[in-house]
């Protein structure tokens, strides 16, 4: 990958901490391939902004193996420092999302970024969350005794703000089982807070592959109402994701040079059925994007989700919003809304 990095101490510290995370969880996933007796080499793709005059990113992915319906591991840095406009210096984020392909092995979505403004204000975006489409209260216990270790003082508050952030109005759930999320952290001691990001990629990393395992290893055989259960709960994940999720529509609309990546969360199937029901649940305009989504999926079912059906779905999603900006409000938010458009434009 040829990029220029960021210059700040900050910047620099956040690329190294999250481009290492980034490699040991690529490990980690690689070894439970093997551990399924399917030794897999995750796909490395590269992807730069502006020509790499503005950063870029590399993730690195699977689709549809025998270990994994989908995955994406995603680490970027882009800055800015010769557009004086912007008041975004540099933004660094490792951001994860993993589908296995047994149904009881829960998914993954986690998010850790370190923004700078060139005002010289920081923050930290800490996100994680755990998605099973089948509901299992051991693998939700796990995943939340090792979160606590993480949060401490501040869990009770984010899991509220998670719990906030991953409820679906209109199906009146959430989008998993336990979620938290820190928006615009950024505590008196900045080494603390490098070390809080550098707790939470490695106690994801330690915990989540052997839930995997361990799901794998008791149910090596899932029978057709597991595999359905797991259909319906994709879909219930791309309806989240392409119509409420603040994050994704934020870097759709700064600019469409990753739109795959982004897109990177997507499982690699839907019920296209399922969201043709909830579309009369979804209030306007989301109901007229939800539509259009549906239409760019092909016409069977389950439906595949392409690299090239990603891109089109990016698109709609980018013009869905130039037509109805009033909408982004209905987008999901916790009680701090960061301005990620506006530091970008």
Known sequence: MRLQSASSAQAQAAYQLLSRLQEQLVTALETVSVSIQHPEKLKTVDWLRDQGKHGGGRRFISIESPCFNRAAINFSQVHYPDLKEKALASATALSTIIHPQNPFAPSLHMHISWTELKNGHG???????????????????????????????YTLKARQEGDRYFYIPALKRHRGACHYYLEAFASANQDNDLKRAQSLGQRVIEVYPELIQKAIKEHRQPDNQATQAQLDYHSLYFLQVLTLDRGTTSGLLVHNQNDIGILGSIPARVNRELLMEWQALIPPPQNLLLEQLIAALPNQNPSPVSDDCRAKLAEIVRQHYHKYPEALAMQARASVVPPTVANHS
């Open 123 to 153: 923050y930290w975006r800490f996100m994680t969350d755990l998605n099973p489409a089948l509901p299992n209260l051991s693998q939700t216990q796990t995943f939340e005794d090792a979160m606590q270790t993480v949060f401490s003082e």
